[in-house]
Nanobody, 119 residues
């Protein structure tokens, strides 16, 4: 079992920055992929970014590419999402997730952290 906890959400102005953190505890290994997703009110949850365990390869949704950066600290089983040039449309609940396989569904999810960007 893996426990995933996000933190760092809050209210920020249009154009501002925010850093989210995600700590994984329990049965954790450095080979797993960690990802960030978000869900805005009335919309489906969408992929934001992910980072692989072995080589730290990163992937981003087109909507955040160039503005968000995902990174990880394997020693502390923590992944970060540095968000810059935030827009009101980035407002959502952001979720962190852990995946052990190379593809497919994520195995463990956090409870989410709210990010609100005011215009």
């Amino acid at each position: 079992q893996v426990h995933v906890v996000e933190s760092g959400g809050g209210l920020v102005q249009d154009g501002g920055s925010l850093r989210l953190s995600c700590a994984a505890s329990g049965r954790t290994y450095t080979t797993y992929t960690m990802g960030w997703f978000r869900q805005a009110p009335g919309k489906e949850r969408e992929f934001v970014a992910r980072i692989t365990g072995n080589f730290g390869i990163t992937y981003y949704a087109d909507s955040v590419k160039g503005r968000f950066t995902i990174s990880r600290d394997n020693a502390n089983n923590t992944v970060y999402l540095q968000m810059g040039s935030l827009k009101p449309e980035d407002t959502a609940v952001y979720y962190c997730a852990v995946r052990y396989s190379s593809s497919g569904a994520y195995d463990y999810w956090g409870q989410g952290t709210q990010v609100t960007v005011s215009s």
